[in-house]
């Protein structure tokens, strides 16, 4: 079955950190452009960073630029949110998202996924 799957959701407090871990079953990540999204209460879904097949580039949104880093392990099929300094407004059901033909701009900017995989998602929670 070919499925996204992410992990690494929670509650933290301001200033804290996570790590979202998307891991792909049925297919090959590798080939893939990775993306991660969120999207809170009453608010459109957007791009928070997104990755390239090789890692040569990634996109990060001006709102998490600092403070989140994207990184993929191609070996163990597998993509990584590290987000530090988390606030409040970071709070969001967090997806991730694969696609062979876009670009990181396209994919983060526009959430251009042709032909491509979606996760659950997973909730973060940054409250005191």
């Known amino acids: 079955q070919v499925q996204l799957v992410e992990s690494g959701g929670g509650l933290v407090q301001p200033g804290g950190s996570l790590r979202l871990s998307c891991a792909a079953s049925?297919?090959?990540?590798?080939?893939?452009?990775v993306g991660w999204f969120r999207q809170a209460p009453g608010k459109e879904r957007e791009g928070v960073s997104c990755?390239?097949?090789?890692?040569?580039?990634?996109y990060y949104a001006d709102s998490v630029k600092g403070r989140f880093t994207i990184s993929r392990d191609n070996a163990k099929e597998t993509v990584t949110l590290q987000m530090n300094s988390l606030k409040p407004d970071d709070t969001a059901v967090y997806y991730c998202?694969?696609?062979?033909?876009?670009?990181?701009?396209?994919?983060?900017?526009?959430?251009?996924?042709?032909?491509?995989?979606w996760g659950q998602g997973t909730q973060v929670t940054v409250s005191s």
């Open positions: 998202a694969a696609s062979p033909l876009t670009t990181v701009q396209d994919m983060c900017v526009k959430r251009t996924t042709p032909l491509g995989f």
């Open positions: 049925g297919f090959s990540l590798s080939y893939y452009y």
């Open positions: 990755i390239s097949r090789g890692e040569g580039s990634t």
